[in-house]
């Protein structure tokens, strides 16, 4: 028989071009700044979660593994959410899955929380609209927020809890970018998200980097929308390296660069010197996202995949947010 408390969705994780850095409530991750982002057709996340009468606890599963701990704590705080909405009292279980190898050090919690949220609230019976969802998947994981949206996002800070979440910047076929994701290590980051963020207020720069955002963020929204693919590079490059070097002024400091992301820094100058139109931006890792048009991805990626520090490489393009599946 049909279960009727089921439901499955698949979510992009995306690439912040103006990057959320420091909460202002970190317990529900309220943001010091707007953001925005490009989905990544490449990364995705596919959720199905259940609610029985049968299950005597909330289980879940990543990529064939049960998760525990604080993993686990931050999945139940959205299902208790959802429970309340939905005036429910059973237990699910949570299957969860990456299409992108969960070892390689893309950040998973956008496409993770934004799939979690659409998936758990159907399944209970919810149909929440986009700005709700948005709003839901922003309590799990901030950058989730904008996983919601198709194709190019941007997350308005908002004053409260209600007043932030993400709203369409412009459709995936806006522009035809590309994200060439250049693996340069699979480790563990030496700082997850959630540590980065606090780190960040302890930076002599981090009131500096809001200052700039006053001006970089309109200035990044004029070049996207004018397609002005050079101006919007030099802003993309300025926006990541004002997010490291506030980490990397913290207190305790936090290195995110490896030998591997100076070598794709370094090519990307070079392919530029040669009048290859390529920008990069990172987040809180040393993988380098390269930022191109689609036509040129594959012989950027064909250059980055010879350098001795590169593991591997993802081509993504912008593409739809959360969706349910069948
Ligand atoms: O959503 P979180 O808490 O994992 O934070 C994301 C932080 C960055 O990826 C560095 C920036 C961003 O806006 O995605």
Redesign the pocket.
């Known amino acids: 028989m049909k279960n009727k408390y089921r439901a499955k969705a698949i979510s992009p994780a995306?690439i912040?071009f103006i990057?959320?850095?420091g909460k202002k409530d970190p317990l529900i991750?309220l943001p010091f700044n707007d953001?925005i982002?490009m989905n990544l057709s490449n990364c995705f996340t596919a959720t199905e979660v259940e609610f029985s009468p049968r299950y005597k606890r909330d289980r879940v599963f990543i990529d064939g593994r049960e998760v525990q701990d604080e993993k686990l704590v931050r999945v139940v705080k959205i299902l208790d959410l959802v429970r309340k909405r939905a005036k429910k009292k059973l237990f699910v279980k949570i299957v969860s899955k990456n299409n992108f190898p969960s070892d390689a050090g893309i950040?998973s919690?956008?496409s993770a929380f934004s799939a979690l949220a659409l998936s758990a609230s159907k399944a209970a019976g919810l149909s929440l609209p986009q700005k709700e969802l948005s709003i839901l998947s922003r309590l799990g994981?901030?950058?989730?927020s904008r996983s919601v949206v198709d194709g190019f996002a941007e997350w308005r800070k908002g004053k409260d809890g209600q007043t932030s979440y993400a709203i369409q910047l412009a459709p995936p076929d806006y522009w035809n970018l590309a994200d060439i994701v250049a693996v340069v290590d699979k480790g563990k980051k030496i700082a997850g998200?959630?540590e980065?963020?606090k780190a960040a207020l302890s930076s002599p720069y981090f009131k500096a980097r809001l200052v700039e955002l006053k001006t970089r963020i309109p200035a990044m929204k004029k070049a996207f929308l004018k397609r002005d693919l050079e101006e919007f590079g030099r802003l993309l490059e300025e926006e990541a390296v004002s997010?490291h070097v506030c980490a990397m002024t913290s207190k305790p400091p936090i290195f995110y660069w490896k030998k591997g992301t100076f070598e794709v820094v370094e090519a990307i100058f070079k392919m530029r010197e040669r009048g290859v139109s390529v920008y990069f931006t990172m987040?809180?890792g040393p993988n380098v996202h390269a930022i191109c048009l689609q036509k040129d991805s594959n012989r950027i990626r064909k250059i980055f995949n010879k350098l001795p520090g590169v593991l591997f490489t993802i081509i993504n393009k912008p593409c739809l947010g959360s969706r349910l599946v069948k």
């Open positions: 995306n912040a990057k959320f850095w991750n953001s982002s950040a919690s956008a994981s901030g950058s989730a998200s959630t980065g963020h997010l987040d809180a």
